[in-house]
């Protein structure tokens, strides 16, 4: 099993088409700016809630790597469809794209 490293220019047609959007880095992180319609869920939490984790779902981090290691491990788990948000909110803010600020949407 594998997963797909997508640019921040391809997110909006991945969520155009059903994918969800998970943001893995620590809940301090995530409040101070996510990307809009990510849900939180800490890579630091994620062994034993695998199930709260659909097919077809964007993996982010700040900048791409805990969320590569959460693709790795959930993909090794069985799941299928995921994505690794190349470059992060990093990339993400470097292209004049707006974050969220507070919990979850």
Not at 53 to 80: F, M, N, W
Request: aromatic share 4%; glycine share 14%; with cysteine.
């Amino acid at each position: 099993m594998t997963y797909q490293d997508i640019f921040t220019t391809e997110l909006e047609g991945k969520t155009r088409h059903g994918a969800g959007l998970i943001d893995v880095r620590e809940r301090e992180e995530y409040a101070a700016g996510h990307i809009p319609g990510a849900a939180n869920l800490p890579l630091s939490e994620l062994v034993g809630r695998e199930d709260d984790i659909g097919p077809d779902t964007v993996l982010i981090c700040a900048s791409g790597h805990r969320s590569s290691q959460a693709a790795a491990y959930l993909a090794a788990q069985g799941k299928t469809g995921l994505m690794n948000l190349s470059g992060g909110t990093a990339a993400w803010r470097r292209e004049g794209r707006a974050l969220t600020q507070g919990d979850q949407p």
